[in-house]
Nanobody, 119 residues
């Protein structure tokens, strides 16, 4: 079993920055990739960013590309999301998730961390 724990959320003014962390623990951790998702009130959960665990290739939603950066520390089993130039529409609960294989969905999810951007 894998446990994912997010941290780093909070309240920030528009234009500010936050860095989210997601630490994995449990079984030997070697996922195919890790992703960040978010869900705003009344909206469906949406993809934010993804990183391949071996190699580091990344992908971003158009809404965050150029403002957010996903990175990882394999030794610490941790993935990060650096969020710059935050906008009120970035307000959401942010979740990290682990994907074990290319053709599989995200199997493990964290509990989420709240990010609130004030205007």
């Amino acid at each position: 079993q894998v446990q994912l724990v997010e941290s780093g959320g909070g309240l920030v003014q528009a234009g500010g920055s936050l860095r989210l962390s997601c630490a994995a623990s449990g079984r030997t951790f070697s996922p195919y990739g890790m992703g960040w998702f978010r869900q705003a009130p009344g909206k469906e959960r949406e993809f934010v960013a993804h990183i391949i665990w071996s190699g580091g290739s990344t992908d971003y939603a158009d809404s965050v590309r150029g403002r957010f950066t996903i990175s990882k520390d394999n030794a610490k089993n941790t993935v990060y999301l650096q969020m710059n130039s935050l906008k009120p529409e970035d307000t959401a609960v942010y979740y990290c998730a682990a994907r074990l294989a290319l053709m599989s969905g995200y199997k493990y999810w964290g509990q989420g961390t709240q990010v609130t951007v004030s205007s």
